[in-house]
């Protein structure tokens, strides 16, 4: 187990993950315009070649150091520790947690994808995570889920002593239930930016912790 950053072990609210977006300066002006809003974001592009996703995790790294937004990249802690990003997120394939924080370092944010399982984020969190990420809660296009999180696993995994990440169809309408059984943060990728309004939708994400 790692020792947190006062930052990370406090860290609360909407984390946001980027859209699908092949252009460069697009993504980075819808990025921007939430950005505010937002406690962590994580930069995720399934679809791109190494060098886009060098230059677009490049030009967002730039712009969160600006923000004050810890930019986290989703899979690749190569190129999380060639741009100096915030820290990095790991699915249960992708890639070896302690090797990330021996590469990442003590104060790099690394989390990970426990799905539905409570045993697995016990032992994410003793070889080096610094949060922990269930779901899905509800049904969600952003990625193809086979797993059904339960408010219960945000509850049982407080003892972790890591900040707990809620993922999957959360909306301001029903994330409610999931702060109140421990979500540390929520993470949304169409919520945001498939919203009419991204600025308010990303508001109404954090007036959803307000109220709790």
Same mark, same amino acid.
């Given at each position: ?8 072990? !406090? ?13 460069? @300066? ?31 995790? /490049? ?5 969160? !150091? ?6 986290? %990249? =989703? @899979? =690749? %802690?190569?190129?999380? /520790? ?5 820290? %990095? ?26 799905? @539905? ?15 922990? /990420? ?39 309408? =029903? ?7 421990? !979500?540390?943060?929520? /993470? %949304? ?6 919203? !009419? ?16």
């Amino acid at each position: 187990m790692t020792s947190l950053p006062p930052s990370v072990r !406090a860290a609360r609210g909407l984390y946001l993950i980027t859209p699908e977006e092949p252009d460069t @300066d697009r993504l980075l002006a819808r990025v921007a315009a939430v950005l505010p809003q937002a406690t962590w974001l994580q930069y995720r592009q399934k679809d791109a070649d190494a060098d886009r996703r060098h230059a677009q995790a /490049a030009a967002l790294q730039a712009l969160c !150091a600006q923000a004050g937004v810890p930019l986290i %990249v =989703n @899979d =690749n %802690v190569g190129l999380a /520790a060639a741009i100096g990003a915030a820290g %990095v997120h790991l699915g249960e394939d992708d890639g070896d947690i302690a090797a990330a924080r021996a590469r990442l370092g003590p104060d790099a944010i690394v989390g990970a994808s426990c799905y @539905d399982d409570a045993i697995h984020a016990q032992r994410a969190v003793s070889v080096g995570a610094s949060y922990v /990420a269930f779901g899905a809660f509800f049904p969600t296009t952003s990625k193809v889920t086979t797993r059904r999180a339960t408010p219960a696993l945000l509850a049982g995994a407080a003892a972790l002593g890591v900040p707990r990440v809620a993922i999957g169809g959360i909306t301001p309408d =029903n994330m409610g239930p999931l702060v109140a059984a421990g !979500a540390d943060l929520v /993470a %949304v990728i169409g919520g945001v930016f498939e919203a !009419a309004d991204p600025v308010a939708a990303a508001q109404a994400y954090r007036a959803g912790f307000d109220r709790a």
